[in-house]
């Protein structure tokens, strides 16, 4: 592994605000590297709680916070315009002094947010064909002082955008990408390829983010880039946490986390992150995770 290891936690906005703020502010006391923010009108699994937009919330962290960096896990392509969200971004660089990433995805079908909106729900064929123009325009627009562009579904016309980024030449890009069209683009655009796996063991997880793993080095050799300039970003997902009550497994014991994580680790994977835990008993677990087992496995892999 080239990169050093960087651990963030994922905090779902599906609690009122001030309980929100509080678990961001906790998550950068503890020492995570990054506080993950996910884009949404509401809580798509079915939940009626409460739910924040984006960037709204993120520059209210920002403002809250001093040293973590925040993450966009991420923002959905079909909700904005490119421009839009480039212009959102280099707002929030601005705001939190030069720590954000910006993580770009398609979205989901199943969503209900384009009902809601009255907009259009894309194919997948069709997201995923238009992502590759939509990054493109962000990266530009992050990048570069002036940029045109004429797509098959997005055209820009000498747009500019100022001032210029806190962060040179332009905020990292994290792209979320599983399948084989989606590995191309992060290959072409990303600085940092994010996965997750929804198979239903953990052996079968590691499976199959071998296997991405594999086809992401060949498509970076495809196109001459050197695999090792392109950091691998994991979120452990537990696909029995639903049926259990909301128990994580991997908050089950400081062991458990690092031995699974260990496992992750030993893929070639450098950024890790995790939910934040969904019941107040697991919390004592995750805070002795973040202050033993994490800068343990930093300082064993350093």
């Given at each position: 592994?080239?990169?050093?290891?960087?651990?963030?936690?994922?905090?779902?906005?599906?609690?009122?605000?001030?309980?929100?703020?509080?678990?961001?502010?906790?998550?950068?006391?503890?020492?995570?590297?990054?506080?993950?923010?996910?884009?949404?009108?509401?809580?798509?699994?079915?939940?009626?709680?409460?739910?924040?937009?984006?960037?709204?919330?993120?520059?209210?962290?920002?403002?809250?916070?001093?040293?973590?960096?925040?993450?966009?896990?991420?923002?959905?392509?079909?909700?904005?315009?490119?421009?839009?969200?480039?212009?959102?971004?280099?707002?929030?660089?601005?705001?939190?002094?030069?720590?954000?990433?910006?993580?770009?995805?398609?979205?989901?079908?199943?969503?209900?947010?384009?009902?809601?909106?009255?907009?259009?729900?894309?194919?997948?064929?069709?997201?995923?064909?238009?992502?590759?123009?939509?990054?493109?325009?962000?990266?530009?627009?992050?990048?570069?002082?002036?940029?045109?562009?004429?797509?098959?579904?997005?055209?820009?016309?000498?747009?500019?955008?100022?001032?210029?980024?806190?962060?040179?030449?332009?905020p990292p890009i994290v792209i979320a990408a599983m399948?084989?069209?989606?590995?191309?683009?992060?290959?072409?655009?990303?600085?940092?390829?994010?996965?997750?796996?929804?198979?239903?063991?953990?052996?079968?997880?590691?499976?199959?983010t071998r296997q991405r793993l594999s086809a992401m080095?060949?498509?970076?050799?495809?196109?001459?880039?050197?695999?090792?300039?392109?950091?691998?970003?994991?979120?452990?997902?537990?696909?029995?946490?639903?049926?259990?009550?909301g128990k994580i497994k991997y908050y089950e014991s400081?062991?458990?986390?690092?031995?699974?994580?260990?496992?992750?680790?030993?893929?070639?994977?450098?950024?890790?992150?995790?939910?934040?835990?969904?019941?107040?008993?697991?919390?004592?677990?995750?805070?002795?995770?973040?202050?033993?087992?994490?800068?343990?496995?930093?300082?064993?892999?350093?």
């Open positions: 592994m080239t990169n050093n290891l960087r651990f963030s936690v994922l905090v779902l906005p599906n609690v009122e605000w001030p309980d929100f703020l509080r678990r961001c502010r906790q998550v950068e006391d503890l020492g995570f590297d990054s506080v993950c923010l996910a884009d949404h009108i509401v809580d798509w699994t079915g939940g009626n709680g409460p739910w924040f937009e984006l960037w709204s919330q993120l520059s209210a962290i920002a403002q809250a916070t001093t040293r973590i960096r925040l993450t966009t896990l991420v923002a959905q392509i079909p909700l904005r315009n490119p421009v839009l969200l480039a212009l959102q971004a280099l707002t929030a660089d601005h705001i939190s002094g030069g720590r954000l990433d910006v993580g770009l995805g398609i979205g989901l079908e199943v969503d209900p947010a384009y009902r809601m909106m009255g907009i259009e729900n894309w194919s997948a064929k069709e997201r995923v064909a238009r992502f590759g123009e939509y990054v493109e325009i962000v990266d530009r627009l992050l990048s570069q002082e002036e940029t045109t562009f004429q797509g098959r579904f997005y055209r820009v016309d000498a747009a500019t955008l100022r001032p210029r980024p806190v962060q040179s030449p332009r399948g084989p069209v989606m590995l191309g683009h992060a290959a072409r655009h990303a600085d940092v390829w994010n996965s997750i796996s929804f198979a239903d063991t953990f052996e079968g997880q590691l499976e199959e080095d060949a498509r970076c050799a495809k196109i001459g880039r050197d695999p090792a300039t392109l950091r691998r970003s994991y979120l452990m997902f537990d696909p029995t946490a639903r049926s259990s009550g400081e062991e458990t986390c690092r031995h699974m994580v260990e496992q992750v680790i030993a893929l070639g994977i450098s950024d890790i992150g995790f939910y934040y835990p969904m019941l107040d008993e697991q919390q004592p677990t995750f805070e002795r995770i973040a202050r033993n087992v994490l800068p343990a496995l930093k300082a064993a892999h350093s």
